[in-house]
Each structure stands twice: as C-alpha cells, then as structure tokens.
C-alpha cells in the first residue's frame, strides 16, 4: 500500500543523504549516469508520485471540466514541502537540489500537467528570482510566505508583447519614496490564486529595455486588479489571467535587485524556467505514454492484441526512444545549472525537443487507442489538449530555435550582421 512519506522524516533523511552525498563527492570521481538520482533526489520524485497518486488523481477530471484547481491540492503542495524545494530550510524550505524540483515538476506532470506549472512557476520562476535578486529584507518578508501558504505569479507578458517581451508598455513613475505603477499583463499563470505578484515594468521609456525595473506587488495592494480567467484550450485547471494595474503605489523597498536591471533578470530567471516546462512536458509525454500501454495491450484486433500488430510496436518504440531523449536533455540542463555551469543553450534545447516530443507522443497516444482516445474518459485526450501549451509559453519554440542558433554562432565566434 502507498503511503505518503512523513514530512519530518523525509527532511531528516534529506539532511542525512545530503551528508553523504558531501563525502562522496569528495572523495570520488565517480560520474553516475543522467537517469541515476542520488537518495535525496529518488525520495522526492517518489514523495511527488505518490502525492500525485493519491491526492490529485482522483481530482483530475473535475478540475479540467471546472476549470479550477481545488483548494486541497494547493494546500498539498504546501504541506508537502513542493513549493519550496530549494529554498533554505532557515526560511521553511527543502534546500533541495534544483534537479529535485525538475523532478517534483515531472512527476507531478504524469497525472496532471496543470498543477505541475503551479508547482513549476513557483519554484523556477518567482521562488528563483528571490533567492537571486531580492535583498535579504524582501527574502526575509516573502521567502517563508512562499513556501508556507502564499502562491507566487510572474507578471511579464503584455497584449501586445508576448515573445518581444521587452517591449513592454507597463510604466512606473517615481514619486518620492514610491512607484506608481499603470498598465496591463497578459497570461498570467497562477494569477487566480497568488498573493505575491513580480511585475515587470519601465521606468523611464527613454532607455528603452534597460528601464524595466522588477517589483514585488502584494494582492490587496490597492489598484491591483485581476480580469477574467481565460478560458483555454489545455491546462484548464491552472488559472490564466489578466492583471490589471491602476495607480498602484509601492514603495521602492520593493524592488527587487536594481533599478534598471529588470530586463537582465527576467532572461536569466526564464532561462532556469524553460528547464522547468521541459520537465512538464517530460511528465506529460511519458503519463500519455504509460496510460495507452496497457490499453493497448488489453484491446484486442482481428483475433490479437494490437500492441502486437507490427506498426503498433514501431510508434511505441520510437516514441519511448524520443522520450528517452528528451529526459536525457532536461535532466543535463538541471545538472548544469546545480553545477553552475552555463546552461542557456541546453536549457533551449530541453524546452524545444520536450514539447515537441509531448505533443508527437499524445497525439500518437490518441492515435493507438483509437475512438477511445477521441473522449474525455479516457486520460490521453486531456495529455493532447495539455501538450499544446508547452510550444507557446515560456519562450515558443521559435524563440527556443533561435536561442540556439544564437548561442552556436557565439561558440564559433560567428556575430550578426
């Protein structure tokens, strides 16, 4: 029978494995390969399976058909210690490996890819850009809020600027010890349910990009303003909202990093976050995945089982070869950046080939279970709708596309004309 596993337990144990993990590393060469995991990193891929098991499963369908994610799989997350995997424990966190919450984020993603990005957002994106650039005064004041209780957004898409990010109309204005803030973000993930907003916005349009400056907005904060949940395609369950911001007044301790410097941040912290969609998308593909083998194996065709049929072994063969590869890219993209090694082009390269391959994979899912498929009983039609998202958000795979264009011609010295 599962069991989840005890969350001071599973902290003590964290605490003792990190221990040896230490003097191994020192005093060993050893490379394991890419799909090993070192005890800490099995224990919490293992936490976030079960959890998905027992507590999100059972909800899935309903929260997709409602379009709303139910309050007890938020307050999970937060119980489990998912929100703050690598946050220092001094604040309420895991002080986990990056490579566990890639981990969490795929796990999760296997039963339902919309709590999946909650998870994802608040870890790689709004939880990342703290613990970089927040002075020790704003880590103090919304570190532990984060990982106890309050969900995080991360407010950078316009109407009119999604992939030009940058071309952002936000303004704020300086007006003695505070900015007033004015405009509008667009597809804001975890917006329904955040308390903690990082919003993006220029503060003098005369330097261009190098006037967007981050702040840390609080929901009740007078002005801030949500507008209707969008009514999408895929990760229904995962609320999408505009924010709306009228003559909101905060102060210029919130700040996050420098003035001026915002621009530099949201590349780097985006950077990390693709990693994260890759995983996302790593968990849908392979849930589609281990959803259709055993149907196919069960529904039987012309006196025989149509896993059996020739044509059917080669798609899951070849499917379950390009997940492999895909797994093998986000999971070195994760090892690089908890080394920190440079890490743009693979973390391009594991966000590109995961979502392609997720979408290829539930299609075909749909594909080998035939009408079946075509319904919402069957889980693989919500893995088809849900793949979509993940060729468009956080850098479409055109823009991935050129990032590694770009990062190539850099290796060969190569400039743009």
């Known amino acids: 029978m599962v069991r989840s596993l005890n969350w001071q337990t599973f902290k003590a144990a964290l605490l003792l494995n990190r221990t040896a993990r230490a003097i191994k590393q020192q005093y060993s060469s050893y490379h394991a390969p890419l799909t090993t995991f070192s005890e800490e990193e099995q224990l919490m891929k293992d936490a976030a399976a079960n959890f998905a098991r027992q507590k999100i499963q059972p909800l899935v369908k309903e929260m997709d058909e409602n379009s709303h994610m139910d309050a007890s799989v938020i307050q999970g997350l ?26 969490a984020i795929e796990e999760l993603a296997k039963v339902d890819p919309s709590v999946s990005v909650l998870c994802d957002v608040q870890n790689t994106l709004v ?13 103090d004041k919304y570190l532990p809020q984060l990982v106890k209780k309050a969900v995080g957004s991360y407010c950078l898409s316009e109407p009119s600027c999604g992939s030009d990010a940058f071309a952002l109309k936000t303004s704020a204005k300086k007006q003695g010890e505070y900015y007033i803030l004015n405009g509008q973000k667009a597809w804001i993930t975890n917006a329904e349910h955040a308390s903690v907003f990082i919003v993006m916005a220029n ?19 007078p002005g801030l303003e949500l507008g209707k949940k969008e009514n999408k395609l895929g990760i229904r369950a995962s609320s999408t909202c505009s924010v709306y911001l009228q003559d909101v007044k905060v102060h210029e301790s919130q700040v996050i990093g420098q003035v001026g410097k915002g ?10 976050g693709r990693i994260g969609i890759g995983a996302q998308m790593l968990g849908l593909a392979k849930g589609a995945l ?33 997940i492999e590869a895909a797994s093998l890219l986000v999971y070195n993209a994760a090892r690089l950046k908890d080394s920190g090694k440079p890490f743009v082009k693979e973390a391009a390269m594991a966000k590109y080939y995961a979502s392609e391959v997720a979408t290829k994979v539930a299609g075909r899912c749909v594909e080998m ?41 850099r290796e060969f010295g190569v400039s743009k004309n």
């Open 78 to 103: 937060f119980k489990q210690g998912f929100m703050g995997i690598e946050v220092n424990p001094k604040y309420g966190g895991t002080g986990a490996s990056f490579i566990s919450a890639i981990l």
């Open 263 to 272: 621009y530099k941040y949201a590349i780097e912290v985006l950077n990390v």
């Open 127 to 139: 939880n990342e850009y703290f613990k970089r650039y927040a002075s020790v005064a704003l880590q």
């Open 290 to 322: 281990d959803t259709t083998i055993p149907y196919i194996h069960e529904r039987k065709a012309f006196g025989k089982k149509i896993a059996d049929f020739q044509a059917m072994m080669h798609i899951r063969a070849q499917l379950a070869t390009e």
């Open 369 to 409: 279970v035939g009408g079946a498929g075509f319904t919402k009983d069957f889980p693989v039609e919500k893995f088809y709708r849900d793949s979509k998202i993940g060729q468009i958000y956080e850098g479409t795979s055109f823009i991935q596309l050129n990032t590694i264009a770009d990062c190539m011609d």
């Open 203 to 221: 503060c003098d349009f005369s330097q261009g990009y190098k006037g967007i400056t981050s702040f840390v907005v609080d929901r009740d904060t």
